[in-house]
């Protein structure tokens, strides 16, 4: 499955998966749960939750100290 992931403020990437996770997505485009989130129409998605959808977005994670 093709999949078009667009990192919110940074960059689109269409990356291919074979039945992936969300995770699996993060870590195609060199991301972690850790550092970003993965959304669907506005909604977050499980990092284990496997991909349907043929598009998503990445929202990279704001730490501060």
Do not use: I, N, W
Request: glycine share 12%.
């Amino acid at each position: 499955m093709r999949v078009t992931v667009e990192v919110v403020g940074d960059r689109v990437e269409e990356v291919s998966l074979d039945e992936g996770t969300y995770g699996e997505v993060l870590s195609a485009v060199g991301l972690s749960p850790h550092e970003a989130s993965v959304f669907v129409d506005g909604r977050p998605k499980p990092v284990d939750g496997t991909v349907t959808e043929t598009e998503v977005q990445v929202l990279r994670l704001v730490q501060g100290g």
